[in-house]
C-alpha cells in the first residue's frame, strides 16, 4: 500500500542515543549495519561521515526531503505537547526538559534532511519495511530496529513480530530491537514469547540492560543470534 505523507510523524533520534540504545561498541560500528524503520535519524548520517557502512529502511523514504521536512515542521510542537501531557512517563535526567528534548530531536532531523537526498541516490535511505526486505541472505552483520516492534504492541499483532524478526534473522547474523516497551511504558506482552520461540529454535536469545533510560523502564534492548 502507498503510504501517505499526511499520516507521517517524522522523529528523529540522535547517533548519540542509537549507541547507548543498541550498546554498540567499536567493534560493531565496523559491521554491516542495517538500520530498520529509521526514519529522520541521524545515525546513518553519521557513520557516513565516519566512513562506516550504513543502509536504513523506511517507508517514509519514498517521499522527497521536502514532505519529509513540511512533515516535520507539521507534527513537532504536537509531539513536545504529547510529550509534556505524559512527563511523567519519562527520566529527565540526561534530557532535562521537553525543550531540550525539542532541540536535540530537531538536531537530528535537520542533520538527516541535509544529508537524505545524497544517502538516496547512494543507496543508503531505501523505501521498505517489515516483514519484507529487499536483501540478499546474510547480507548484513546486524540490523537495528528503533521504536517501532514491541512499541506498538497495541497496533501490531505477535505473528506480525515473529515475521518480522525472522526477516531480519534472515538477512543478517545478528538482530537488536529496542526499546521492549509499549506506548504506554509497560514491558511489551509479546516479550517473554519472542524470547521463547527463538531459544527453542536453537538461538540465542535474550534481554540486555543497555546504559540509555528516557521512558521510564525502557532501558533494555532484545538481542537475537
Known amino acids: 500500500m502507498a503510504i501517505q505523507y499526511k499520516e507521517i510523524v517524522p522523529w ?3 547517533y548519540e542515543e542509537y549507541i ?11 559491521k554491516s549495519i542495517l538500520g530498520c524503520g529509521d526514519g529522520p535519524a541521524s545515525f546513518n548520517t553519521v557513520m557516513y561521515q565516519k566512513g562506516k557502512k550504513m543502509i536504513s529502511i523506511d517507508p517514509i523514504y519514498s517521499l522527497t526531503a521536502e514532505e519529509i521536512e513540511k512533515q516535520i515542521k507539521a507534527t513537532y510542537q504536537n509531539v513536545l505537547i504529547q510529550t509534556q501531557q505524559n512527563k511523567e512517563k519519562f ?5 532535562e526538559s521537553v525543550e531540550e528534548l ?10 538527516f534532511l541535509s ?6 541516490v547512494q543507496n543508503r535511505y531505501i523505501p521498505a519495511e517489515l516483514p519484507n526486505l529487499p536483501f540478499e541472505n546474510k547480507q548484513f552483520d546486524l540490523v537495528l530496529c ?16 515473529i515475521q518480522a524478526i525472522n526477516e531480519m534473522l534472515r538477512i543478517a547474523n545478528e538482530v537488536r530491537i529496542f ?11 509479546y516479550v517473554d514469547e519472542v524470547l521463547s520461540r527463538y531459544t527453542d529454535l536453537g538461538y540465542c536469545a535474550k534481554e540486555v540492560q543497555v546504559n540509555y533510560e528516557f521512558q521510564k523502564g525502557g532501558n533494555k534492548m ?3 543470534f
Open 146 to 161: 528503533s521504536h517501532f516492534l514491541f512499541l506498538y504492541t497495541n497496533n501490531l499483532t505477535v505473528d506480525f513480530h
Open 91 to 95: 527520566i529527565w535526567n540526561e534530557i
Open 20 to 30: 547507548s540504545m543498541f550498546n554498540l561498541s567499536e567493534k560493531d560500528l565496523d
Open 179 to 189: 526499546p521492549l516497551m509499549d506506548v504506554n511504558s509497560s514491558r511489551s506482552i
Open 102 to 111: 525539542g532541540q536535540i530531536r530537531m538536531s537530528a532531523m535537520k542533520s
Open 115 to 120: 544529508d537524505y537526498e545524497k544517502g538516496k
Open 12 to 14: 528523529g533520534r540522535s
Open 222 to 224: 532484545m538481542v537475537i
